[in-house]
Nanobody, 114 residues
Framework: QVQLVESGGGLVQAGGSLRLSCAASGIIFGFTVMAWYRQAPGKQRELVARITPGGSSYYVDSVKGRFTISRDNDKNTVSLQMNSLKPEDTAVYYC????????WGPGTQVTVSS
């Protein structure tokens, strides 16, 4: 049974930083592309960043240069360091496989105040 548990969200002022973490179980983590997604109020869930088992990463244009995705294949965790946060980054953030498979975890709320 796949379990994805996100943590690290919170309320931060614009320009601030947060670090999100995701603990994964029930998957062959070391062979799986992992990703962070987000869903803002009234919008569809979107991909934010993904990372291959070897550490190659991809970012959507809106977060390039501000967010950094990383993973620890020994601990089955994937993280997202978010710097220079903007109000438009406000969303619930989720981790999942890429392409997305199965159900979503609870997510973690990120709120950026202006």
């Amino acid at each position: 049974q796949v379990q994805l548990v996100e943590s690290g969200g919170g309320l931060v002022q614009a320009g601030g930083s947060l670090r999100l973490s995701c603990a994964a179980s029930g998957i062959i983590f070391g062979f799986t592309v992992m990703a962070w997604y987000r869903q803002a109020p009234g919008k569809q869930r979107e991909l934010v960043a993904r990372i291959t088992p070897g550490g190659s990463s991809y970012y959507v244009d809106s977060v390039k240069g501000r967010f950094t995705i990383s993973r620890d294949n020994d601990k089955n965790t994937v993280s997202l360091q978010m710097n220079s946060l903007k109000p438009e980054d406000t969303a619930v953030y989720y981790c999942n496989r890429y392409p997305q498979q199965g159900s979503w975890g609870p997510g973690t709320q990120v709120t950026v105040s202006s």
